[in-house]
Every structure is written in C-alpha cells, then in structure tokens.
C-alpha cells in the first residue's frame, strides 16, 4: 500500500471509527463521562492513547470476564486491556502471511468508538433506569450489552477488529496466558519463554508447587 | 559518475545462501568478497523482545522494513528484500530431502533425476547443519539417511506430542522429532531455546538467521556488505562472455549508480529475484537475458502442494505447551517400489482448533465471562486435536515460468517477475490418487487412536519453491552445472532455491543451504585459499 493511502487512513479513522459506533444506545451521542474528561479526539496512536472511561469499562468487565477471577484478577485483566488500547497503533504493517507479497495492515482505530460505547451506556442506563451502569445487577448488564453487541461470530477473534468494548475486552482477556492455565487448571504459560526444561511433563496443576 | 566497489567475489542477495557461501569462502579462502542488498537491516537480536510483544499483542510485522514497496512481483513468492531474506522470519524447520527425490525419473518414471545423488549432497546437507546449528534426532536410517550425528540434541517432545506419538506408534508409522535451526544448546554464541513458541520472530536468538553469519564475518572483517543497493542488471566484459560487473543504484541516492566488480559473480537472490536478474540483464549478445541461451531461465518453477487435516483424539492435552515443536515422517518419502506415484511426508502438530473459546455456543447464543470458560471447559475435557499436514512434490513443467511483467515496473522503470506455475501433467493425473492416499493415511491414524478426521483440505500454493536455474549436465534443459556454474558465463554462479529440480515433499532450505556449500567449494577452488 503506498505510504499515502496509509497516511489518509491513519487521518481519517477517528470519522470511520466514530461512525461505525455499534449498540451504544439510541443516545449513545459521545458525551463525556465524568471519568473520561482527559480522552483524546485525534487519531489513535502510540504517541496519543485515547483512554477509554475507566470507572464504566470496569462495570463492564465485572459483567463479561469471569466471576472465578475475583475482583484482583478482574482489575488485573482490565489493566492489561486498557495498557494493550493504549499502545495500540492503528494502520500498522502486519505480520504478513506466507509467500504472499502484498503488504497487510491493521485497521481503522476503534478506540474511539469503543470510548463512545462505554460513554453510551452509561447515558443509556441513567435515562432508562435511572441508574449508573454500577447500580444495574450483573446480569441486566448482560441484557444491555448483548442489545449493544448485535450480530457476531461464534468466534472471539482479535480484540483489535472487535465491534464492540465489550467484546474487546473478552476477547483480550480469553486470548492471554492466564485464560489458558484458568480453562486447563494447568500451568501451560503459552508463549512465556518458559525454558526446554518441563516441556515433557505433564503441566502441572494451578496452585501446585512447581 | 559511478561508485565503483571492486572485489573478488560479488554475491548479490544477503540472504541465507549468501550467507553459507560467504561463509566458506571466508574461512577457506583468503578472496575479499561483497555482499550487495537491495533491502536493508531490520529488527536486531535486541530490538526482538519488543516486536515479539507487538506481533503478540496486535498482530505486527515484527520485522520492519523487510521488503521494499515497489520490488513487488505477481505470483506467489516471497516479499522479502532484506538482510537475512526470508530466513529472518523462518520457523527453522530443516529436514533433508530423501535420495528418492533426486532420482524421480529413474525410480518412478516421472519427473526429473537430478545431475547429483542424495549421497552428492550429504556432506554439505552436513555442513549446511553445522553451521545453521541444527538440533535433531535420527529417525528410522532407511528413510532418514545420514551419515553423522546432528550438531545437537533434539528438541524435547513435549507432552503433548509424547502422547502423540505413542499414538503414531501404535498405528506403526515412524514418526521422530523434526529437525529445528534451533538451539538446544549453546551453540556458536547464540542462546538455547526457551520454548517462546514464536519462532517467526526469536527473542533469544537460539534460532539461525543469517544476519548472526553476517555479523560475525563483519566483525571479522571477512566481507563488505552493501546495503540498500539495488542490482538492476550484470554486464559483459567486452569480447567475452564473462561477467565484468554488477550495476546498482543506491536507493537513498537513485541518481549516483553503483557499479561492483568482481572476478567472480554469485547471485543469491531466492527463487523468483535470481532468475529475474538474469533475464534484466539482456544485451544485445544474450538478447533473452544471461545464462538464457537455451531458454530455461524461469523455467521449470516449482514446489509443493500439501492435504492438511485435523484429527479429533480421545486424550487429554493441553493445547501450548511447545505449538513450534512437531513430529516429523519421511517413512512415505522413502516407500520403496510403488504401483502407481505418490510420495508426501507427515507432520503432526497439538493443535487448539475446534477448542478455542468462542462468544457463541452451539445454539448460536452469546455467552458471557463464566459461561465462555464452562464452554471452554467442557469442550477441551475430553479429547484433544491434532493438526496434521502431507507436503508432496508437484513434478514441474516447462511452462511454470517466471517472466518479466512489463505491466509491473518499480521506480527506475524495470519489469518486476511475474511467476506463472504449472504442474507438468503427471502431477495433474496424479492429484486425486494422491490425494486419496494420503487421507486414506490421515483416517488409518485416526482409527488408531479411536478418534476420526473431523476435516482435510488440499492446497495447490507452492510452499518452498524454487527452480528458475535448474542445475543439470545439459545445458540444453538447465541453467547452472551440478556447481551452479552458468553453462553460458564461467565466473557466474547461482546458488540454491532457483537451482533445484523439483522440490520434494520437505521444507527447502537446508537443501538450497547444502546446494549452496557445493557451489561455494567450487568457486572457492578459483580463489587463493587461506
């Protein structure tokens, strides 16, 4: 791709993204959330994280990851999301597949329209249950979040290509290491540079003396 | 006015033959050579660790600036154009070709037999180890021949492929530990294997890429290496046929041409850019391009299909424990007398498809945080997935070419390759029998275990390829000699994947590696040897 076709996506994303804001609510207009007064407007990038609202992207993750995770490891898995969307670099070169020539690159930046997601539900909750999105029970959140998902795949696939925060924010979570020893109740640490020493044995049990 | 760089050995690519010949000729000879890179550095040992994550973490090419935008050509080929070429992004796999597939025409009655034997080129597929560092075990000796140990232990077998291969055992098919480029100990410097599991991009340099090679005879000052200098075409010493000199441009400084002189010429390009530089090098004595009087440069392009399949086991693993590691079978490569042609290889892999975790269950709902996990659970509980894949060797025709693309050109204006692939039409005949035997060996595994093949597909990509300069003893249906010698042009040299005659059934690289080290002993014996 000519690097000026690059540099028109990397300026024109903030629009696509915000445009392609999905299940934010029938208000779901961007307003600002109290906790969210520092979010950037420009363009994704290294250099210019868009923070996603904090206090609403943790009630949504007491909703969507699981409960076995304990609040701890909750907040664990949402630092690690909100780090991830903030080094995130939209329009980069990716990892190209095999004896392909064309060069590839990753799309458009969602931040932006995941913030206005998390701002949305918020402002959709207060106007239809007079309440923060805290105040709902776990499982209305649910409720609201699968009414903001809309169609999906079966599939997580990557967080980057996610429709939605919540998505995002799942599909982050279920693509690390940790969900991988949680589903097995094993020590696997995929991809933890773990040494040829254990490779043969059976991985042992989470919580049991290495 | 030209920059004029004079050696005795110009080798044009800085790839992984490059490295190999450099290598030797280095150490055996006391020739000043250059090395001359279109493509320049990318990320260093150091930077590694941080484009790991970010390949990890977003899917990012964690090798910046590893092709160069307008050298793209039309076909399947690869994009690099950088020091260290494909083998920077490699996962290192390096078996052997078995003797069957250099005699294909005398024990089957199809294709080609090569010029050399598998027992020609088993001391340099040996050398070629050494130096890559290969880590391996020796399979069953009738259908992995070889005559010295490898440099290293194997990696170990995980526990999942441990169960797998009990499992292989059973079913009375030799499986063994594929050969890596990789270290299971120290070795030349670089590190031992951490079981990172992305070996596309190492961060603890325990895998071979070439720009180690570099490095060191940098340091040792063995060779000049000439980055982002493009070749754009070989020139003729008036009144010969010898090859006076390389003409380039610097791509930061396209206006001041290079121009590299050398006693002695080796093109090192790969498989699609060495071909092409020979046919853009045209001149009024060679009006087709160079080394192309008998018209077979880009001819006979090749590589192989593969049938891939996944096979629901009833066992209990745990999907990541070691994905780069595999287990290997050439028992199908060697079959000995056959009624009718197909040879492939096996490969097995753990695997995690149809067990990832996934938003919707069965019915088509959402899940949500704990029922995903359940989900997860109870489809990885009891049973287990094995990736398997068949590489077989598509018998080349003389039409699979690569041609200059006159409807492609980069900046300065020259053609880019375009690569038209055609299997001869044995292959083509072959392709259903083929197939059905190797699924017929993919459900025969599977029974074995008690489990069942849940799914196959076949691909006709051309994985590995090569030829373009095949080498044979009549130039009137090759390129290069047995030495990858041009038949046209003495001091003009082409080394490894361009220079195969088919393709086998198994990842290519050590043998364009060990093709190469024959090649470099020839040209070494033209040189003042140390």
């Known amino acids: ?210 | 006015m030209s920059r004029v760089i004079e050696s005795d050995v110009c080798i044009v690519g800085a790839g992984i033959t490059a490295a190999m010949v450099a290598e030797r000729l280095a150490e055996r000879t006391s020739a000043s050579i250059t090395i001359v890179e279109a493509g320049q550095r990318t990320a260093s040992l150091a930077e590694r660790t941080r484009t790991r994550a970010r390949m990890l973490a977003y899917g990012e090419n964690p090798y910046p600036n590893d092709h160069i935008p307008d050298q793209t050509g039309t076909g399947e080929m690869y994009r690099h154009m950088v020091v260290g070429g494909s083998a920077m992004h490699w996962g290192g796999a390096i078996p052997r070709y078995s003797p069957e597939d250099f005699r294909l025409r005398s024990l089957y009655g199809v294709g080609f037999d090569w010029p050399i034997s598998f027992d020609d080129l088993e001391p340099y597929y040996q050398e070629a180890e050494e130096r890559i560092g290969a880590a391996g075990e020796q399979g069953p000796p009738d259908c992995d021949p070889r005559s010295k140990p490898y440099p290293m232990p194997p990696l170990p077998l995980s526990y999942n492929l441990a169960r797998m291969r009990e499992w292989t055992d059973s079913a009375e098919i030799p499986f063994w530990t594929q050969p890596w480029a990789r270290n299971t100990e120290p070795y030349r410097g670089r590190n031992v294997c951490q079981r990172c599991d992305t070996c596309a991009v190492c961060p603890t340099g325990a895998k071979y890429t070439p720009d180690f090679a570099l490095d060191r005879l940098l340091a040792e000052n063995r060779i000049d290496l000439v980055t982002r200098t493009l070749v754009r075409r070989l020139t003729l010493e008036p009144g010969t046929d010898r090859i006076a000199a390389a003409e380039a441009v610097n791509r930061d400084a396209p206006a001041e041409p290079v121009e590299l002189r050398a006693g002695t010429f080796v093109i090192a390009g790969g498989h699609a850019w060495s071909s092409h530089l020979l046919l853009l090098s045209a001149n009024s004595r060679f009006p087709d391009g160079l080394a192309n009087r008998t018209g077979n440069v880009g001819r006979y392009m090749t590589g192989h299909w593969y049938v891939s399949g996944y096979i629901e086991l009833p066992m209990r693993l745990y999907p990541g424990v070691f994905v780069n590691n595999s287990l290997l079978s050439h028992r199908f490569a060697s079959p000995g007398p056959l009624e009718r042609y197909v040879r492939h290889d096996l490969r097995l892999w753990e695997s995690d498809v149809g067990r990832a975790p996934r938003l919707q269950n069965g019915d088509g709902r959402l899940l949500w945080g704990d029922e995903i996990m359940a989900d997860w659970r109870e489809r990885t509980a009891s049973g287990a997935t094995a990736r398997i894949r068949a590489y077989y060797d598509v018998l080349p025709d003389r039409d699979s070419r690569l041609t200059l693309d006159n409807e492609n050109t980069n900046a300065l204006g020259d053609p880019m390759p375009r690569i038209d692939y055609r299997p001869a039409r044995a292959s083509l005949d072959l392709e259903a029998h083929t197939h059905d035997t190797i699924r017929g060996r993919f459900e025969h595994l599977a029974r074995t275990a008690g489990g069942s093949v849940t799914s196959t597909r076949s691909s006709r990509l051309y994985e590995h390829p090569g030829g373009g300069c095949r080498i044979g003893d009549d130039p009137e249906t090759s390129v290069v000699d047995r030495w990858g010698r041009t038949h046209d042009h003495e001091n003009l040299f082409v080394v490894g994947a361009p220079t195969i005659v088919s393709s086998g059934c198994a990842n290519g690289t050590l043998t364009f590696c060990a093709l190469s080290l024959m090649s470099a002993e020839e040209i070494g014996k033209g040189l003042s040897q140390t």
Request: overall charge neutral; aromatic content about 4%; some cysteine.
């Open chain 1, 1 to 210: 791709m000519p690097e000026t076709r690059r540099s028109f996506l990397k300026q024109s994303v903030a629009t696509v993204a915000a445009a392609s804001v999905a299940g934010c609510g029938p208000d779901g207009d961007g307003t600002r959330g109290a906790d969210d007064a520092g979010a950037a407007q420009t363009v994704g990038s290294r250099a210019e994280p868009i923070p996603l609202p904090a206090r609403t992207l943790r009630d949504v993750a007491e909703a969507v990851l699981p409960a076995e995770l304990g609040g701890e490891g909750r907040e664990r898995a949402v630092n690690a999301f909100e780090r991830w969307s903030d080094e995130l670099e939209p329009v980069a070169e990716l990892a190209h597949p095999y004896l392909v020539p064309e060069t590839r690159y990753s799309g458009p930046d969602p931040r932006p329209g995941w913030a206005a997601q998390l701002r949305g539900l918020e402002k959709e909750c207060r106007a239809r249950h007079g309440t923060p999105l805290a105040g709902m029970e776990v499982a209305d959140r649910r409720k609201l979040l699968a009414r903001g998902v809309g169609q999906t795949g079966p599939g997580l696939g990557s967080p980057t290509n996610a429709n939605h925060v919540a998505v995002a924010l799942v599909a982050h979570f279920f693509a690390s290491p940790v969900a991988t020893d949680m589903c097995y109740r094993r020590t696997i640490a995929r991809q933890q540079c773990r040494g040829l020493d254990g490779a043969a044995t059976e991985p042992a049990a989470l919580g049991a003396a290495q």
